[in-house]
């Protein structure tokens, strides 16, 4: 069943006699999802005191809400929410793995796309683990080729070597160790600290032989199956399937092509997520894959497919209309968490936001997916920008400038992780190729005044 | 005025030109100073530019790909010193012509001519030596070097051959004021508000009929006049008002990628400031918390604040950034006047004397800024004044900025300004003592020797170190006060969609933008 749920926009019109009166109004009517399938999901169930209760007063819940991951951490760290702290894990995981992405991008498009006669031959390396990362794993084995043998990235050179010539995905968490070095036993609620010490300088082959301080990209993968080993190990046993559709939202490399099902999903994966219900955690994981086929499948299931189902038009996802349609629910749930709390309160319209921004989040999985990728873009910057309103997720931001490091653009996610790196010290290995993929574009660039 | 009347004298004006749904209205940060793309000096002059000419070449605002509007196909020729275009054919300028191989040229003559006294031309002029017609859509433009990226560097605006009599363009034409461009919109430029009207053309098929750019004013009022819907968008937000449009459903906050610091350039030229000790006493007794907090409304330990303190000429994001040089964030009274009496100045009476003569600064802010940062002027004179020093202040308009600070010939000893800046993030026309936006000719031969060494530089690392000296000596010599970056954001009413704001032009994907309803 669908209904029309109709929102009346109070659009001033043009006329009126004095400010703030308004003279007529404009109609619109969203199309919006079944009233069944939106009661499922967590901010209408939150808007009940009782199963709101269950995350209220917990710090940990406080630093979920307020999108704070390292907070949620220790905060967990108690062991009085096993779920909670799995969670949080999972989101450094995913959030370091984004940002080995970012880092990958831009090595790549700095030291090799722009790469010059000056560059020291040992960046082959990181140029090489750069595209390990981005799942090319030819160009990679091609450059860890040619990286020396007996300078400071050989050893590790050749452990990526083999680890590739053993399968083509991402090692795992003890062969990351052994190249960039051990994080410790992974003990949940923990973080490993974090060395800015460089992994190697290398020097410009120029008059001057500058030292170029080198961060090995390869340390932040370790540490985000480091976190995946922490999530993994904190998550009860029957949480398995429910982790890796999880983590597959934000996973690298090619990503399971597998059919999902659905799951029970305890509200601990829920609350404050993207994933408005259990079933949206299995169509955002097979939407990556199958796309538009996700989403025909998912829609009597799932809200957010159901959601995005109207705005595939002719095949395509229509940016403006998934926009539409996050408006629409967005409403749609405001009004609902007003009924089932008996009122409106201050909390339903943040609770509701999420949902708007959730929906353009399943618009743009479903439209990558689809080959759209410039309309994935759009709605990935409105995403963005919908966040100002609900707080910035870090691992979506993350995601974002990895995105536009492939794009070549360096000033958005050198603004991101400036934003982060307090809470995220880590990210700081992003840092050198971003700042070279900035200077060598600005210096092909064309000319440009300061401009007051 | 009151706010009532203020925001029905808004409405007014913006009712009065309402006509259509597909015309829109908007704030602009100032009525641009120029549209012709040669005389760009202010955001809003780009802005605007950006919705009159096609730039030959242009970065898409989502993907970021290299993309143009009017060049059909290229080559690089001459070894990797030219670049042949072939332009599209049944482009159309405003005025009917049909843009040829002529207007490529022209524009390049017209860069490389002496008499066209334009700073953004005399960029060109370092590296392009000429242009040459080799058919009536194909245009060769000559480079005095290899360039291993030409099209990156070819993103200028055409200019009409058909609207000049000569290739030496004065900014005082009336082509300043009412352009002929091939872009997307006509633009006229009034006294209050510029009109933009659609332009349909083979590569441009804007939705909207009219684009209407107002003067915003007092930004509470802008922000009324938002949400009532009787203007669409405002471009550049102030953030005390962004909590409140945050809040409206009606209404979607945009994030506008520009990279902007603000500053105080100090006459090193001018009695006792010519003394460094002295600037860097003025560095300490501003107290940039308190500045920031009654001008910005940014309270110290505010999370994710739009606004940064600086310690040099870029913001914190940028890798010319050097970490290593401390902000100021709170006035150290004591050390000011430690400077101070070594520099020779007497305290007398509470206010401070230079032989014998009392102090007085005579203070500027460039008059707009103070949307942004409301009494940011009277904070930074009541802080001069708490110090010990006599100030006059005024507030300075667009034009005297233009003609009198800009051109070296103020008597300001203090003006409050702001840059702002795009991917390239060069200051050396700010600094060096022949840069063409050195407002008080500050003069040091560490600093021209750093400028040199960054142009100079092979690498990107000798390009950055240098910069970084550069940081640290600009903190110690402070021709400039740096006091923050202030990121930017527009609002823009829900029913404007594809509305796709471009990195540092704004308006770069304008033809997908519309009005519902």
């Known amino acids: ?452 | 005025m009151s706010l009532k009347h203020a925001i029905r004298a808004a409405t007014g004006l913006a009712l009065a030109f309402v006509g259509t749904g597909a015309t829109l209205a908007y704030f602009e940060e100032s009525i641009p100073m120029s549209l012709n793309p040669l005389y760009a000096k202010t955001m809003a002059d780009h802005r605007a530019q950006e919705l009159v000419f096609d730039r030959l070449w242009f970065n898409d605002a989502i993907t970021n790909e290299l993309r143009s509007r009017v060049v059909q196909k290229y080559q690089v020729a001459e070894a990797g010193r030219a670049v042949e275009i072939t332009v599209k054919s049944g482009i159309r300028w405003h005025n009917g012509q049909a843009l040829s191989a002529k207007d490529v040229c022209f524009t390049v003559d017209a860069m490389l001519d002496p008499g066209t006294p334009s700073t953004v031309a005399a960029h060109y002029r370092e590296f392009i030596t000429g242009c040459e017609e080799k058919g009536p859509q194909v245009a060769l433009v000559r480079f005095n070097r290899v360039l291993p990226k030409p099209r990156e560097r070819l993103g200028f605006p055409i200019l009409p051959a058909s609207e000049f009599n000569s290739t030496a363009i004065s900014p005082d034409l009336q082509f300043s004021a009412r352009p002929i461009g091939t872009g997307p919109f006509n633009g006229k430029r009034g006294l209050r508000m510029v009109t933009f009207d659609a332009f349909a053309n083979t590569h441009h098929m804007p939705k909207i009929v009219q684009m209407q750019l107002q003067e915003g004013g007092d930004p509470l009022v802008q922000t009324k006049t938002l949400i009532n819907n009787n203007v669409q968008g405002i471009v550049v937000v102030p953030p005390p008002q962004r909590p409140d449009l945050s809040a409206s459903d009606d209404v979607s906050m945009k994030a506008y990628d520009l990279r902007s610091w603000w500053y105080v350039s100090v006459n090193s030229n001018k009695g006792a400031l010519s003394d460094k000790r002295v600037r860097q006493a003025l560095n300490l007794v501003l107290n940039r918390n308190e500045l920031r907090q009654y001008s910005i409304g940014v309270k110290p330990g505010d999370k994710n604040s739009p606004c940064e303190f600086i310690s040099g000429p870029f913001i914190p994001a940028s890798p010319y950034y050097n970490v290593e040089v401390p902000v100021q964030p709170n006035a150290n009274l004591s050390r000011a006047e430690g400077l101070l009496k070594q520099a020779g100045l007497e305290k007398l009476g509470g206010r401070w004397h230079k032989d014998g003569q009392a102090i007085t600064l005579r203070v500027g802010m460039l008059a707009n800024l103070n949307h942004e940062a409301p009494d940011l002027l009277s904070q930074v004179a009541n802080q001069l004044g708490a110090a010990g020093f006599d100030r006059l202040t005024s507030k300075i308009s667009a034009d005297e900025w233009d003609d009198s600070v800009m051109a070296g010939q103020s008597d300001f000893d203090l003006v409050i300004g702001k840059w702002s800046f795009g991917l390239v993030e060069e200051v050396n026309e700010l600094f060096h003592s022949k840069g063409r936006q050195n407002m008080f000719r500050f003069a040091s031969s560490e600093v021209d020797q750093l400028l040199a060494e960054y142009e100079d530089a092979v690498t990107d690392t000798e390009q950055r170190d240098a910069y970084h000296k550069l940081h640290k000596v600009l903190n110690d010599q402070l021709p400039y006060l740096f006091l923050w970056k202030l990121d930017t954001k527009s609002a823009w009413r829900t029913e404007v969609r594809g509305n796709i704001v471009a990195p540092y032009y704004y308006f770069t994907e304008i033809d997908a933008w519309s009005v519902e309803g």
């Open chain 1, 1 to 452: 069943m669908r209904l029309r749920f109709t929102i009346v926009l109070a659009a001033l019109a043009i006329g009126c006699g004095s400010e703030g009166e308004p003279s007529t109004a404009t109609e619109k009517v969203y199309a919006a999802v079944d009233g069944a399938l939106v009661s499922k999901t967590w901010p209408a169930r939150m808007a009940d005191d009782s199963v709101r209760s269950r995350f209220e007063g917990g710090e940990g819940w406080r630093a979920i809400f307020e999108s704070d991951l390292q907070a949620a951490i220790s905060a967990f760290s108690s062991g009085t929410d096993a779920r909670g702290l799995a969670r949080a894990h999972q989101g450094l995981a995913d959030l370091y793995r984004q940002a080995a992405l970012l880092s990958a991008h831009a090595t790549v498009e700095a030291y090799g796309v722009d790469g010059l006669e000056t560059d020291p031959t040992d960046l082959a390396y990181v140029i090489g683990v750069g595209h390990a990362i981005r799942g090319e794993r030819d160009s990679a084995l091609e450059r860890l080729a040619a990286v020396d043998a007996d300078g400071p990235f050989g050893a590790r050179a050749k452990a990526w070597k083999a680890a590739l010539s053993r399968e083509s995905k991402i090692p795992d968490l003890k062969t990351l160790a052994a190249i960039s070095g051990d994080l410790g036993e992974v003990t949940p609620g923990t973080d490993p600290a974090f060395s800015p010490e460089p992994d190697a300088s290398l020097i410009e082959r120029t008059e001057q032989a500058k030292a170029m301080a080198v961060m090995d990209p390869t340390r932040l993968l370790t540490r985000s199956a480091w976190h995946a080993a922490a999530a993994s190990m904190s998550a009860p046993p029957t949480d398995s399937g429910v982790l890796a559709q999880v983590a597959a939202r934000y996973a690298v490399g090619n990503p399971d092509p597998n059919t999902h099902v659905e799951l029970p999903v305890d509200d601990a994966w829920l609350f404050c997520s993207n994933d408005l219900m259990a079933a949206d955690v299995g169509f955002i994981a097979e939407a990556s894959v199958k796309g538009i086929d996700a989403v025909t499948a998912w829609a009597d299931k799932s809200v957010l497919a159901a959601a995005v189902k109207p705005a595939i038009i002719d095949g395509k996802v229509v940016p403006d209309e998934v926009l539409d349609a996050g408006f629409a629910l967005q409403k749609q749930l405001q009004a609902m968490m007003a009924d089932i709390g008996g009122g409106e309160q201050a909390f339903h319209r943040p609770f509701a936001l999420r949902s708007r921004v959730a929906v353009l989040l399943a618009g743009m999985v479903v439209a990558d997916a689809n080959d759209q990728y410039r309309d994935a873009g759009i709605l990935r910057l409105n995403a963005l920008e919908r966040m100002e309103q609900t707080g910035l997720d870090p691992v979506f931001a993350l995601s974002v400038a990895a995105w536009d490091a492939g794009n070549r653009n360096p000033l958005r996610p050198e603004e991101l992780t400036h934003q982060l790196k307090t809470s995220y010290p880590a990210l700081f290995a992003t840092r050198a190729p971003l700042e070279a993929l900035h200077l060598r574009r600005s210096r092909n660039a064309g000319p440009s005044n300061p401009v007051h």
